[in-house]
């Protein structure tokens, strides 16, 4: 088989589906898309009509394996692919792929852009799939802005009940959803 390429397309949660004229020919010529369900609803209408679409789900064995027979695919991802995302994971299971990634504004960064915070003074923290414990050194060392990114586990809920189990309550938090959709603001 040859080298397998990959094109990382980042994605905000607008759902127009707006991308830039580089990406839609990209995605006009691709055969092979993959990315969460959410990003499938938001394409679904810019693919060919033959596309073959692979879910990213765990495990990601599965995903991995489904992607084996191609040569080229078009993966969807949430904001800045490089950032907590799906290309670094590509980057670790397939070194020899070739990888080309198209980055938008990350969760984080357009948290900041809304809530007007120096985002270069912001610690991030990643919970998603990890344990507490660059969190909770964060919270230990005073850390004045944390942008935490969660999962399914790791809720904002949960996070406010720990550091108040720990006496941190000292802290504000802003949660932010579904941010960069304009229909959800």
């Known amino acids: 088989m040859s080298e ?26 691709g055969k092979v898309f993959s990315g969460g369900k959410r990003h499938h609803e938001i394409v679904a209408g810019l693919l060919p009509e033959d596309a073959v679409w692979i879910d990213i789900t765990v495990p990601l064995d599965l995903v991995f394996r489904q992607y084996e027979p191609y040569d080229e695919i078009i993966v ?23 990888i080309k990634v198209f980055p938008t ?26 344990s507490w414990k660059i969190f909770d050194e964060g919270i230990i060392r005073g850390e004045k802005i944390m942008g935490v990114l969660t999962d399914r586990q790791k809720t904002p ?29």
Not at 117 to 130: A, E, F, H, K, N
């Open 105 to 130: 504004f990350n969760s984080l960064q357009l948290l900041a852009h809304r809530m007007l915070l120096p985002y270069q003074d912001m610690r991030i923290v990643s919970l998603t799939g990890r």
């Open 4 to 29: 397998q390429r990959f094109h990382v397309i980042g994605m905000t949660d607008d759902q127009s589906g707006t991308f830039s004229a580089e990406i839609l020919q990209l995605i006009g010529r």
């Open 76 to 98: 969807f991802a949430s904001g800045d692919p490089l950032f907590f995302g799906f290309a670094n994971t590509l980057k670790k299971r397939l070194p020899e792929a070739k």
């Open 157 to 185: 809920s949960s996070i406010a009940g720990r550091m108040l189990e720990y006496g941190y309550d000292n802290y504000r938090m802003t949660i932010g959803v579904h941010l960069g959709n304009r229909q959800m603001e």
